[in-house]
């Protein structure tokens, strides 16, 4: 069964989270949210509190298929700083793993320079922060192994594209019908 790991941080955009762990778990894939505040109660943007599956330090991050970075101003603030959230970015980026992240996070991903040369999208007016991408307004994008998104708005697109992406196309399509997408 494929696994994917989603970030959970102080500050967190709840929809960018919840959204995409809800069509993945609904599409048979294995979500562990993870935080990486040290405990396991985690304050959304919007004031709601989340429970984290696991702390980052009891996690083995080897046995994912993919990270998941939602956004937020402060949930990504928070996952920049994270210096092991970023190791393991950065180790499956070399190992052409997947790695994904929508609305303020894809820019973890350019200050770190993994999008040189990739085509990448995130939250509107942000696209300086995406460093040596070809930035565009698409709601979501693959390059390679690395999926963005744009945001809250993009959630559930966001989400489908992931279950594509561990699934097929058809998969994605029949979930997007059972959940209502227009």
Do not use: W
Not at 54 to 83: F, H, R, S, V, Y
């Amino acid at each position: 069964m494929a696994k994917a790991a989603v970030f959970l941080a102080d500050g967190f955009e709840e929809v960018e989270a919840m959204a995409p762990i809800d069509i993945l778990r609904r599409g048979g894939i294995d979500v562990t949210t993870v935080s990486i505040m040290g405990r396991k109660e985690i304050h959304g943007s919007h004031d709601i509190d989340v429970m984290a599956d696991a702390l980052l330090e009891e996690t083995d991050l080897d046995k994912m298929d993919m990270l998941i970075l939602p956004g937020g101003k402060l949930g990504t603030q928070n996952e920049e700083a994270c210096e092991a959230l970023k190791a393991k970015v950065k180790e499956f980026d070399a190992a052409g793993k997947y790695v994904a992240a929508i609305c303020a996070a894809p820019t973890i991903f350019g200050h770190m320079g993994i999008l040189n040369g990739k085509k990448a999208t995130c939250y509107g007016g942000m696209e300086g922060e995406l460093k040596g991408a070809d930035t565009c307004t698409d709601p979501v994008v693959v390059d390679g192994h690395i999926i963005t998104s744009r945001g809250m708005g993009t959630s559930v697109a966001f989400g489908l594209k992931l279950l594509e992406i561990f699934t097929d196309k058809d998969t994605a399509d029949k979930m997007a019908a059972t959940v209502m997408v227009p």
